[in-house]
DNA sequence: GCTGCCCTACTCGGATAAAGGATGTCCGAGTATCTATGG
DNA sequence: CCATAGATACTCGGACATCCTTTATCCGAGTAGGGCAGC
């Protein structure tokens, strides 16, 4: 039960892009900077935002990411699953229809209780995900930046890195 | 996102355990065996759950594992968060704190948005765990099985592997 | 002076190494049973 | 015959290799912009 580091700099990074206009682009390089991490390994899951079509990276030299989505339509967990894989955490081996005498499949017909729970436990998490979106969260944000030191800090990055995007 | 196989092995031992007699036994050996799974490893995952307090280990030749508490009492959070460990899956590095110019700490003092959403869900996640013992999980067993096979084939087990417990 | 072409430099994309954690295995500490011995 | 002491064999417990997933890195494909030559 871990969640890795990629999610934490998946979402803030689309976070981020909500923030700057329409028609703007940030490269992975200024994003990477931004937040202090690798940017590498930050490409890495720009590219699978990317590839679940979460994110739309520009090439060339004024390329970037901008979001392919209004941030009304993208839920964390759209990206939470897009980072960590759609497959749920508890994966139920069977290992009841193993042993030395297992009894045959059709008696297990039924669900296995235990992955039933499971999996109704996950639901539970994704659905409180799923009812968060990435304009819910820049809400919260400029709510509580009373003073807009943060929003500042984020405009002087902008500047510095933004690009435009010419369809 | 992902949780070890050691979390079904464990639960199902649990589950095992609750249905025997108050004084039955079982030796990590035999419950391995009924399972299929690796007997060193399963003990690792059963030491676990002794160090826990949700089984208790009995040393000796007639040793084995019992339950350390009724059915009711153990849900399938308590073995969930024994196995994977207590701390959350979403663990907030405060990226937004790092990067080139960052904003003195006490801008910060509101909790991070997103991990405030993400610790929300998870503890949906565990709520729901929570709410269900091991005892409903018997109980949910026997209703499903109608014909009493799997009961049969458990007594069976049983009766080839089970000690009983004199304090 | 203007236009078209080529070159360069910067971007993303996928394939490739290194590290950490999960998985699997081994040997040691402890105890109830069984055996043998003495009363 | 009974009780007791010892040896034994089987249990759990923790420390130790091994494998795989995750993390991190590098190099290649593609494209927009700038420079240069030609008109």
Redesign the interface.
Known sequence: ???G?G???A??CV?ILAALPKDGLLPAAALA?????STSYLLKHLQTLSRAELVQSVPGPTGGYRLARAPEDIT?LDI?LAV??PEP?????E??Q????P?PGY?FK?PC??NR??L???K??????RQ?TIAD?AA??RT?DTEG??EA?GCAFFDAAMRHYAP
């Open positions: 039960m871990k969640l580091d999610v934490e700099q979402i803030h976070a900077e931004f937040h202090g991490v964390l939470v960590e894989g955490a508890f994966r139920c081996k290992i009841r193993r042993g030395p005498n009894l008696m039924a209780q235990i729970v499971m109704r436990a996950e539970a998490y994704r659905e409180e995900l968060v969260l919260q944000v509580d030191l943060i800090r």
